[in-house]
């Protein structure tokens, strides 16, 4: 009984991550570069997932992702960042400022970013999520976000290449209606994508 208890929940487990990879939608696939959306669980917002391969440092990828005070260079709609408290090495809180478009007003964000390093796997991996902290005066009165989150994962690959696997979500909430905020789903991850990879080069 126990054997066939084992087989079964297996099969579920099998079933449950096809149906999940099934969810995924191709929304974009050029310049080497694919995006996938799906709906958010319990929203009308979209989450995306992005995969690229480019040729680039593997080591100089860390040093970018780790600059975390400096992502606003590169990452889409992100105007400024403030480092709250480091943990550790490899973790901190960060404030993030989003500009939005006229009419709508930006927004802020509390983040608690991650980052793992292994040089002999050939591996990056961050990870980011809503934490909740004390905002500076100057930006208590701003719309806060709290449903937010993302991750990376860079495998440096032979022939100087590195494969990036980016995904993320958020609701800014407020007025903006979703379908704005889905197209931003869209183009933004691969703006992101584009300006990371000039931000190798330099």
């Keep these: 009984m126990l054997k066939y208890l084992v087989i079964f929940t297996c099969f579920l487990s099998l079933l449950s991550t096809t149906t999940a990879q099934k969810d995924w939608k191709i929304a974009s696939d050029k310049d080497n570069i694919t995006l996938w959306t799906k709906d958010f669980p319990n929203s009308e917002i979209k989450q995306f997932k992005l995969k690229t391969v480019i040729k680039a440092d593997f080591e100089k990828a860390y040093t970018v992702l780790k600059d975390v005070e400096r992502m606003n260079l590169w990452y889409d709609r992100v105007s400024s960042v403030t480092l709250l408290k480091r943990n550790s090495p490899n973790e901190g809180i960060y404030l993030l ?29 961050v990870n ?6 004390d905002v500076p005066k100057n930006k208590s009165e701003m719309l806060q976000i709290k ?42 991850p691969i703006k992101t994508i584009k300006a990371f990879k000039k931000r190798l080069s330099l």
Aim: charged share 15%; proline share 8%; aromatic share 10%.
């Design 97 to 125: 400022e989003y500009g939005l478009p006229f009419p709508f007003e930006n927004r802020i964000a509390t983040i608690r970013g991650v980052i793992d390093y292994n040089k002999d796997k050939g591996k990056i991996t």
């Design 147 to 188: 449903t937010i989150g993302s991750s990376w994962e860079v495998t440096k690959l032979p022939n100087g290449q590195i494969e990036i696997i980016h995904s993320g979500h958020m609701n800014p909430g407020g007025n903006i209606p979703n379908w704005l905020i889905n197209d931003g789903v869209t183009s933004g």
């Design 128 to 133: 980011t999520s809503y934490h909740p902290f």
